[in-house]
């Protein structure tokens, strides 16, 4: 009976709970993720290339991956009890443990960060072992990712006594045992999970605002060289490139019209659809502060300019966004998406064209097309809204 102070049961959370906001434990833990990305900004200190910019994303998935399966699991089965608590206050330790470890990992040396991912891992059989107890008719759903869990984690051991080609190959298919088995475990339930929309919606949106804080911090590193050069006005317009990132994600069309719960397909479209989101806000982020560092006067080689990676990082931002959205909501105005769509093409295309040949140039010509956009944005959600409130009284 003692254990009822501190141990709660394990049983799935409503969708039908009127206000379920994002708890002081998911704030805390976030902060160790944000941690873990800005370090991975280790990739471009020799600069911007093809190979980096696949590092970066590789490196970027990882911390989501982890990241994106405590976020779902206590969507589910947040119980708020000690073991719950002390589970993920734990998970804090290896997370920053891999970010440590990033020069290591670019250098081909995984051994220590396999070792923080696998602790990763017991932490979440761990969760899920509590639920499986307790799953009833969610049984399936609960084998299905533990089970995925269980089998990376074999492989990923095993991977520590083999080559480092074998090594890589053994990571990989745990990893896709891990995605496979939620998605099974989604679909074995025939999708009739319940999960709290707004709750999910405003978890991801506020690691959007720690990833959009991180990027000031990214683009303000230079605020003293820059602001006292001739390019003092590339600072401003970087910042205001930043406020358009935030309005166009929260202002415009945030919120989804329909409801995610106890429908896989839009689930994932969604929670998975975040991956390219924060990809491309973060790219856009340390783009800028290498922009402004070379602005600035510092002299770097760059491979593909860091202006280039802002342009198209954008512009992929852009697309990204309107994508989840359009496959979520049922609100899809015409003249919101279209213009969206065209800019992000245009954007993306001349990021990739490199025809406006120096870093302050393509950050303004971002600002012009995105300041744009975001005022149309502005104007059609308003109007679109107008008419649907009208339209329901």
Not at 250 to 260: E, I, P, R, V
Not at 354 to 378: P, Y
Request: charged residues 15%; hydrophobic residues 50%.
């Amino acid at each position: 009976m003692k254990n009822n102070l501190f141990i709660k049961p394990i049983k799935i959370r409503s969708d039908q709970e009127k206000h379920r906001q994002a708890t002081w434990i998911e704030l805390f833990i976030d902060l160790a993720f944000v941690l873990g990305i800005s370090q991975i900004g280790e990739v471009f200190s020799e600069g911007f290339n093809g190979n980096t910019i696949i590092y970066y994303g590789l490196l970027f998935l990882l911390f989501f991956w982890i990241w994106n399966r405590f976020t779902w699991y206590a969507s589910m089965y947040d119980n708020d009890d000690v073991p719950y608590r002390i589970s993920y206050l734990t998970l804090i330790f290896p997370v920053l443990g891999i970010a440590s470890e990033i020069e290591n990992i670019l250098l081909g040396n995984f051994y220590n960060a396999i070792l923080y991912y696998l602790s990763i891992n017991l932490i979440l059989i761990y969760l899920w072992s509590r639920v499986l107890r307790k799953a009833e008719k969610y049984l399936g759903n609960a084998k299905f990712f533990l089970g995925g869990y269980l089998i990376s984690t074999v492989l990923i051991v095993t991977s520590l006594f083999l080559s480092t080609h074998f090594q890589i190959i053994f990571i990989i298919i745990g990893f896709l045992s891990e995605l496979l088995g939620p998605v099974l475990g989604w679909y074995v339930n025939r999708s009739k999970i319940p999960i709290h929309s707004n709750h999910v919606i405003e978890r991801h949106g506020l690691f959007t605002i720690i990833l959009l804080g991180e990027c000031l911090v990214a683009i303000f590193s230079n605020f003293n060289s820059v602001i006292q050069s001739e390019y003092w006005y590339i600072l401003i317009v970087s910042f205001v490139i930043i406020l358009c990132l935030w309005w166009l994600y929260f202002d415009c069309g945030y919120g989804y019209s329909s409801k995610l719960s106890k429908n896989a397909a839009r689930v994932f479209e969604f929670g998975y659809g975040q991956f390219f989101v924060y990809l491309s806000v973060a790219l856009a982020g340390i783009a800028l502060e290498y922009s402004l560092h070379s602005i600035s006067g510092h002299s770097v080689h760059y491979d593909i300019l860091p202006g280039q990676i802002v342009m198209c990082s954008v512009g992929f931002f852009i697309f990204a966004l309107s994508a989840v959205q359009l496959f979520v909501s049922k609100d899809k105005p015409f003249l919101v998406y279209v213009p969206r769509i065209l800019v992000s093409i245009t954007l993306i295309g001349l990021g990739v064209l490199s025809i406006l040949k120096q870093n302050k140039n393509f950050i303004v010509f971002t600002l012009f097309l995105l300041l744009l956009l975001t005022i149309n944005d502005v104007y059609q959600w308003a109007k679109f809204n107008l008419e649907k409130s009208k339209n329901q009284t």
